[in-house]
């Protein structure tokens, strides 16, 4: 960074200096004081996801990111209903704008983290209220009660008061676990929201009505449990005629689900673990050598999360021009059914532009329509049915490998700032001369052909995943973020068992 001109963002540091953070550790954090951090703030997080807004109307407020509720760790109608969105948002704009040289910051320079750190807090603050205010004055309604005690505007000012509460102390919940824990907390909160969908979603045994009792109309709602109930209390010619049927496909959480969740589970296991390795040596030691590994999944989840937020606030801004009371008499968008038009008390598309884009959910929601549209139709022709499977996997597959490729350049992973950076360390490729240039054009050879090829494949297994369906409504994203998180949270638990049982490893790693 250049000292004569410091970025503007130096300017509103002091602001966020005087927010409340949680401090950094002075010395070594034990491995058991990190897994208790950890066990502590799991706990924490699924307390805050029962405590429901005071004052709000269950019945009367919509989820406008109800399809999208698991990747967001939330849960509708508590404090966490904005869930961990305002802070992924806040970083990836501090990150997009840090790695397109927008924000002039040095991250590797001390002060300029602080900085960023800094301002990421009062960026976090600001989104929280730019995504609650939308949905406080939309969607969420405040009870009677609460609006003849502090009328309309305080009884909408106090819900967001309370959001903004739930949300604030996730972000301090992330920071714990950053600096005294182990990982990501956004991540941890992530695998845990969508762990928890899987988990019900396989072993629930309340029925799907649970006003009723537990019969064949009104089964358990979970996959495991609705099959056995089935099986036991049916006879043979029932279960050909619509036991097995209900068993494979019937809502909620099909056995076909159940399946598509363990394959999506193994497949991502076993692209996570594949890798290229470009064999280095170090320049001025003999004899010391190693492999620089290039995964498959190069650009990680990023471009997916990026996608699925995308047409999250697609489908928000259509839902809103359709059904906003306001900006339903805008002229030509307003109210404009090509865009999307949406059923009374629904937040998911039935028609347009927006359903198009809208995630399928689960074969019953779009195979069987194309197959048997007489006994699954549902209000679309079988060529608006297959329209929509081939412009959601266009999309989801083409905006990935876009978003990959923008990521990878604007966070040095590109091939020239991999080859300065093994450069900077001393290393080199065996046989070739110690030329930036040089290295460059051999990483040119695998980094832009697999960004594409892992932003394709990411793309395309939420689709596929989101298509087939996922137990518990995990979504095809949420899936396969919760594979990569615990493959990393596992390999980060045994780089920390390493450095506490070797002092002077921790200390060459920094630590």
């Not at 973020?481 to 596992?490: A, N, Q």
Request: proline letters at 5%; aromatic letters at 10%; charged letters at 15%.
């Amino acid at each position: 960074m250049d000292e004569e001109k410091p970025s503007l963002l130096y300017k509103v540091k002091p602001i966020g200096d005087r927010l409340p953070a949680v401090k950094r550790p002075e010395g070594h954090v034990h491995f058991r004081t990190k897994i208790m951090w950890v066990a502590v703030v799991l706990i924490l997080y699924f307390i805050m996801s029962n405590v429901y807004v005071w004052g709000l109307d269950q019945s009367e407020s919509l989820d406008i990111f109800a399809q999208y509720r698991t990747i967001m760790a939330g849960a509708s109608g508590t404090i966490l209903q904005l869930g961990i969105g305002p802070i992924v948002t806040a970083s990836i704009i501090m990150q997009l704008f840090v790695g397109a040289k927008i924000i002039r910051l040095d991250l590797s320079n001390r002060k300029d983290k602080a900085c960023y750190q800094s301002v990421l807090k009062l960026l976090v603050i600001v989104m929280i209220f730019i995504e609650a205010i939308p949905q406080v004055f939309g969607y969420l309604i405040p009870s009677a009660a609460l609006e003849d005690n502090f009328g309309g505007a305080g009884s909408k000012l106090i819900i967001i008061l309370q959001l903004f509460i739930g949300s604030y102390l996730v972000f301090l919940f992330d920071e714990i676990v950053s600096k005294w824990g182990i990982g990501s907390g956004i991540s941890l909160f992530i695998a845990a929201g969508v762990s928890q969908a899987i988990f019900t979603g396989t072993l629930n045994w309340v029925a799907v009505d649970s006003s009723s009792a537990v019969s064949l109309s009104n089964p358990p709602a979970g996959t495991i449990p609705k099959a056995i109930y089935i099986i036991m209390n049916t006879d043979a010619g029932e279960m050909a005629s619509g036991g097995y049927e209900t068993i494979l496909l019937g809502q909620p959480n099909p056995l076909i689900a159940l399946i598509g969740t363990l394959i999506i589970f193994l497949v991502v296991v076993y692209l996570e673990s594949t890798r290229i390795e470009l064999p280095i040596s170090h320049g001025n030691a003999r004899g010391a050598r190693g492999r620089y590994p290039i995964k498959l999944m190069y650009a990680s989840n990023i471009p997916v999360i990026l996608m699925s937020a995308l047409l999250a606030n697609i489908s928000m801004v259509c839902l809103l021009l359709y059904s906003n009371d306001f900006l339903s008499g805008i002229p030509l968008l307003g109210g404009n059914q090509y865009l999307g038009y949406y059923a009374d008390g629904s937040t998911t598309a039935s028609g347009g532009i927006a359903w198009y884009l809208s995630t399928p959910q689960g074969v019953v929601d779009w195979l069987l329509p194309i197959l048997n549209p007489v006994s699954y139709g549902n209000d679309h022709s079988v060529l608006e049915n297959i329209a929509h499977v081939l412009i959601y996997l266009s999309v989801m597959v083409i905006g990935s490998i876009m978003f990959a490729k923008f990521w990878v350049e604007t966070t040095n992973l590109g091939s020239e700032s991999v080859a300065k950076n093994i450069m900077r360390s001393g290393m080199q490729i065996p046989g070739f001369r110690r030329d930036p240039r040089i290295l460059k054009r051999i990483l040119d050879r695998y980094i832009p052909t697999i960004t594409v090829l892992s932003g394709a494949l990411i793309g395309l297994l939420a689709a596929v995943a989101d298509m087939i369906g996922t137990t518990g409504n995990a979504t095809g994203t949420g899936l396969l973020l919760t594979v990569g998180i615990v493959i990393r949270f596992y390999e980060s638990l045994g780089k920390e068992q390493m450095m506490e049982m070797n002092p002077t490893l921790r200390g060459l790693l920094g630590e």
